[in-house]
């Protein structure tokens, strides 16, 4: 099974940047669907972006549209969510997700650890 290690979480004031991480092993980051979800304390977890296997189309939610961008390195069988002008409702643990894709939880198979993010106003 595909394992999913993210990195780059951190503390950032608002107006902020950050690049998230997500190392995959055990298989290749362009055979799947890779998602991005985020997660706030008492409440569900919610999709944030995703990045299909082929073609490499990329669909946010609305919150996040025009601020965060997904992206994937064949190379280096990562993928990545830049995230441009944070704000404090971005605080959050983000996690990294590989499957089929689409925007639920249940849509993909293999999760990462998560990264808390944490955007001080």
């Known amino acids: 099974q595909v394992q999913l290690v993210e990195s780059g979480g951190g503390l950032v004031q608002a107006g902020g940047s950050l690049r998230l991480s997500c190392a995959v092993s055990?298989?290749?980051?362009?055979?799947?669907?890779m998602g991005w979800f985020r997660q706030q304390p008492g409440k569900e977890r919610e999709f944030v972006a995703r990045i299909t296997s082929i073609l490499s189309r990329t669909y946010y939610a609305d919150s996040v549209k025009g601020r965060f961008t997904i992206s994937r390195d064949n190379a280096k069988n990562t993928v990545y969510l830049q995230m441009n002008s944070l704000k404090p409702d971005d605080t959050a643990v983000y996690y990294c997700a590989a499957g089929s894709g689409g925007i639920y939880p249940t849509d993909y198979r293999s999760w990462g650890q998560g990264t808390q993010v944490t955007v001080s106003s």
């Open positions: 055990g298989g290749t980051v362009s055979s799947y669907a």
